[in-house]
């Protein structure tokens, strides 16, 4: 019999770990063979699994849209992250263009206390998942954060912006306008940016 359990990409564990903490968790008879995981339903952010001794051959799946990974790099930018992620956490969508997304913030060692700052909040940013590296500059740290995303869309930017709550609606919006036009879904988006010193009212200052 197939059973799930909801998955928290913050712990960042591997399969084996995870394979291990359900062995644990999870009361079986003396007899019984230990639990295996089949794979990670990144839609649901579930890990189904089952014992070895069970004959399922089929798993449910949710898995029907897109998933979207916002990957931003940051260093020493802990005042306005902040807000750009409190920004990211108010995000409004449609459900049948994305299903759901996760921001990778990647700090490129930061030493202005951002890595413990969110490891103190993480049920603020739920999702949030975050990496760290030795400095090596924004490039570096991007390629990172692609490695670590787990959305089917990347979307890049930096931790000194703060976005409008139809960010990733307007994204998914463009990208599907473009793939009709284009006929492929090998796509690129840009878009306009606020300059503003006034957060309360960002929408007020020049778009270029």
């Given at each position: 019999m197939w059973s799930h359990v909801q998955f928290d990409r913050r712990l960042n564990g591997s399969l084996l770990e995870w394979t291990t903490l359900l062995n644990n968790?999870?009361?079986?008879?003396p007899d019984s063979k230990p639990i295996v995981i089949d794979t990670y339903d990144r839609c649901s952010d579930r890990i189904w699994f089952c014992s070895l001794s069970c004959?399922?051959?089929l798993r449910p799946t949710t898995c029907t849209e897109d998933v979207f990974s916002v990957v931003i790099p940051?260093?020493?930018r802990k005042p306005i992250l902040e807000k750009c992620l409190?920004?990211?956490e108010q995000q409004r969508f449609n459900p049948t263009h994305i299903s759901g997304y996760e921001v990778v913030v990647v700090d490129d060692g930061s030493t202005d206390?951002?890595?413990n700052w969110l490891q103190a909040r993480v049920e603020e940013f739920p999702h949030v998942?975050?990496?760290?590296?030795n400095h090596q500059g924004p490039a570096a740290a991007r390629n990172l954060g692609v490695e670590k995303a787990a959305g089917d869309t990347i979307i890049f930017i930096d931790s000194d912006l703060v976005v409008t709550d139809r960010f990733l609606q307007a994204h998914a919006e463009a990208l599907l306008q473009a793939e009709e036009t284009?006929?492929?879904n090998r796509l690129f988006t840009y878009g306009r940016v606020i300059n503003t010193c006034n957060f309360e009212?960002?929408?007020?200052g020049p778009i270029k």
């Open positions: 968790q999870h009361q079986r008879p004959n399922c051959h940051t260093y020493n409190r920004a990211l206390s951002t890595v998942r975050l990496f760290q590296q284009l006929e492929t009212n960002p929408t007020s």
